[in-house]
């Protein structure tokens, strides 16, 4: 298994054990990694991302704009993140069709989803203006 010892043992608590730093990032690293392999809506959400960053270089917006898209990255991600989480975590508890695990994996992607649509709306506002004066122009 590549992915770093993420939990504390008894011992480690009996002895007042610290989680390193550099194990917690390295664990970070690795839940994002397993997100990006196994969700094609994350591999998608990387390529929109891809798209937002050459766009944004090729029409030169501002610092204030360029807040807006990372933002808009990084949340639309961390969403991404979470909701494979709970769905992993969900799936670890039952194996069955139950009413409730659907809530909430459905409640999960939602919210990725109200945060994809605001990226949406955020890209429109930024790049909009850029393009419309390229073509204008």
């Given at each position: 298994d590549p992915s770093p010892r993420f939990k504390r043992t008894s011992s480690d608590k009996e002895q007042g054990a610290r989680f390193p730093l550099g194990r917690a990032f390295a664990c970070?690293?690795?839940?994002?990694?397993?997100?990006?392999?196994?969700?094609?809506?994350?591999?998608?959400?990387?390529?929109?991302?891809?798209v937002a960053v050459v766009a944004g270089f090729l029409l030169r917006i501002d610092a204030q704009a360029w807040?807006?898209?990372?933002?808009?990255?990084?949340?639309?991600?961390?969403?991404?993140?979470?909701?494979?989480?709970?769905?992993a975590?969900?799936?670890l508890v039952t194996d069955d069709y139950h009413e409730l695990a659907r809530v909430a994996k459905d409640c999960a992607a939602g919210a990725v989803y109200l945060c994809a649509a605001g990226a949406v709306v955020?890209?429109?506002?930024?790049?909009?203006p850029p393009v419309v004066a390229l073509i204008w122009s």
């Amino acid at each position: 298994d590549p992915s770093p010892r993420f939990k504390r043992t008894s011992s480690d608590k009996e002895q007042g054990a610290r989680f390193p730093l550099g194990r917690a990032f390295a664990c970070a690293r690795c839940g994002i990694a397993h997100a990006w392999r196994t969700q094609r809506n994350m591999r998608i959400h990387s390529l929109f991302a891809l798209v937002a960053v050459v766009a944004g270089f090729l029409l030169r917006i501002d610092a204030q704009a360029w807040c807006a898209v990372v933002v808009c990255i990084a949340l639309v991600f961390a969403a991404e993140c979470f909701n494979t989480a709970l769905e992993a975590a969900v799936d670890l508890v039952t194996d069955d069709y139950h009413e409730l695990a659907r809530v909430a994996k459905d409640c999960a992607a939602g919210a990725v989803y109200l945060c994809a649509a605001g990226a949406v709306v955020v890209g429109v506002i930024v790049y909009r203006p850029p393009v419309v004066a390229l073509i204008w122009s």
